[in-house]
């Protein structure tokens, strides 16, 4: 079964600083990755995602991240954090056809510094 | 615009209570989920189902039921509702598999249920 690792569970950041989230996957053939973002009491939004192709995806809010199939990762990073960026960051895997399911790892809660 | 609606945003409710969990979506989707969200633990899936009347159990089924007789309502039941299932629940849809592109989930803004 595929799983998920995010192995930062809490990261602070100074504003204007870059930022890299972590993200490890388990899955036996070309996994379906996704970012998801949750402000604070509010559902997840989509971030970013992939599927195939080009290994660097951009996505929304000036995110992007880049597959990496040698080392199962799938780190999400933006080159300057905006005090708005602070919130959870899930990241997930789905398996595809017969599954249906997303895989969700515990998620990374982003704390931004003024 | 994509829409998934949870009928509350917050519920409080006794313990041994029957309490439904109501989230509609306009968006046609045959897939849709129910999820747990607890910190630390991240997201668990609970009940999903790919048509109407039909339900698959998740990671986290025990204590649920769900129901979903129309293609856009998915409900979760809790037959009993104990204190060890105060949480946020969180709903989701999906259009079904078509090659890739278009499987990503849209989410409601979650319902926080705290059992007293």
């Known amino acids: 079964a595929q799983s998920v690792t995010q192995p930062d569970i809490h990261i602070t950041v100074s504003e204007g600083a870059s930022l890299e989230l972590r993200c490890n996957y388990s899955?036996?053939?070309?996994?379906?990755l996704f970012w998801y973002v949750q402000s604070p009491g509010q559902g997840l939004q989509l971030l970013l995602k992939?599927?195939?192709?080009?290994?660097l995806v951009q996505g929304i809010k000036g995110f992007e991240a880049e597959f990496k199939r040698s080392q199962s990762s799938f780190n999400l990073r933006k080159p300057s954090v905006h005090w708005s960026d602070a919130a959870e960051y899930f990241c997930?895997?789905?398996?595809?056809?017969?599954?249906?399911?997303?895989?969700f790892g515990k998620g990374t809660k982003l704390s931004v510094i003024p | 615009d994509v829409k998934v609606t949870q009928s509350s945003r917050y519920l409080v409710k006794r313990t041994g209570e029957k309490v439904f969990l109501e989230c509609v979506q306009d968006?046609?989707?045959?897939?849709m989920f129910w999820y747990r969200q607890d910190p630390g633990l991240g997201l668990r899936l609970i009940y999903f189902?790919?048509?109407?009347?039909?339900?698959e159990k998740g990671d986290i089924p025990e204590g649920y039921s769900v129901s979903r007789e129309k293609k856009e309502r998915f409900s979760l039941i809790l037959e009993s509702a104990s204190t060890n299932q105060t949480s946020m629940y969180l709903c989701?849809?999906?259009?079904?598999?078509?090659?890739?592109?278009?499987?990503?989930?849209?989410f409601g803004q979650g319902t926080r249920l705290t059992v007293v």
């Open positions: 899955y036996g053939a070309t996994p379906y």
């Open positions: 992939y599927f195939s192709g080009d290994t």
């Open positions: 968006m046609d989707h045959e897939n």
């Open positions: 189902s790919y048509d109407v009347k039909m339900k």
């Open positions: 989701a849809s999906q259009t079904k598999w078509q090659g890739g592109f278009n499987t990503e989930a849209f």
């Open positions: 997930a895997v789905y398996s595809g056809a017969g599954s249906y399911q997303l895989t």
